[in-house]
């Protein structure tokens, strides 16, 4: 079965930093792009940030360019998100969430399967 | 940035009820679309991808239709347990966007 764990919310001041992991099991970990997907209180799904499988392709929302970072360890299944500088309005649940293929045309493909996600809150 | 424009925000319909969510692309995003369904306290669960194939497992009164700016998402027989939010997505090139949602009650 196909799964995907999220770990490292918290409640963090304005400033601070946090790093949330996902541990996917279940499939081919390397072969497939993966992604974070937050959501406001309240709100709709906002996209974060993606990573290709061979982890050299990354990309950002211009809201969290510059102060998040995306990685993935292949070797230990396990995708990241490095959080600096946040913000009262970084706060959500955010999600990992694995793409339907690898490469540039992955989007074709959707995503495919959601982690149930991990809490952030920025508060002092 | 691609802009995705849903519509209705909300609707009501009873089951058995035809229904269908609009998805207004601001440029051409070919099929990169794929839609999503949502329940309280859930994570989101893909339901169509390339705008018109749908995810295995998902019950076929759901499809979905379009190409280029106008999408379509329809239920043609509403059941109970589809009471959700739905999102759709657009995958053409980053930054990713989602519509702002649509919110289906059961009469």
């Known amino acids: 079965e196909v799964q995907l764990l999220e770990s490292g919310g918290n409640l963090v001041q304005p400033g601070g930093s946090l790093r949330l992991s996902c541990a996917a099991s279940g499939f081919t970990f390397s072969s497939f792009a993966m992604n974070w997907v937050r959501q406001a209180p309240g709100k709709g799904l906002e996209w974060v940030s993606s990573v290709l499988g061979g982890g050299s392709g990354t990309y950002y929302a211009d809201s969290v360019k510059g102060r998040f970072t995306i990685s993935r360890d292949n070797s230990k299944n396990t995708l990241y998100l490095h959080m600096n500088s946040l913000r009262a309005e970084d706060t959500a649940v955010y999600h990992c969430?694995?793409?339907?293929?690898?490469?540039?045309?992955?989007?074709?493909?959707?995503?495919?399967?959601w982690g149930q996600g991990t809490a952030v809150t920025v508060s002092s | 940035d691609i802009q995705l424009t849903q519509s209705p925000s909300f609707l009501s319909a009873s089951v058995g009820d035809r229904v269908t969510i609009t998805c207004r692309a601001s440029q051409d995003i070919s099929s990169y679309l794929a839609w999503y369904q949502q329940k309280p306290g859930k994570a989101p669960k893909l339901l169509i991808y390339?705008?018109?194939t749908l995810q295995s497992g998902v019950p076929s009164r759901f499809s979905g239709s379009g190409s280029g700016t106008e999408f379509t998402l329809t239920i043609s027989s509403l059941q109970p347990e589809d009471s959700a939010a739905y999102y759709c997505?657009?995958?053409?090139?980053?930054?990713?966007?989602f519509g702002g949602g649509t919110k289906v009650e059961i009469k």
């Open positions: 969430v694995k793409g339907g293929a690898d490469g540039n045309g992955w989007g074709a493909y959707g995503m495919d399967v």
């Open positions: 997505q657009q995958l053409r090139s980053y930054p990713l966007t």
């Open positions: 390339a705008a018109s």
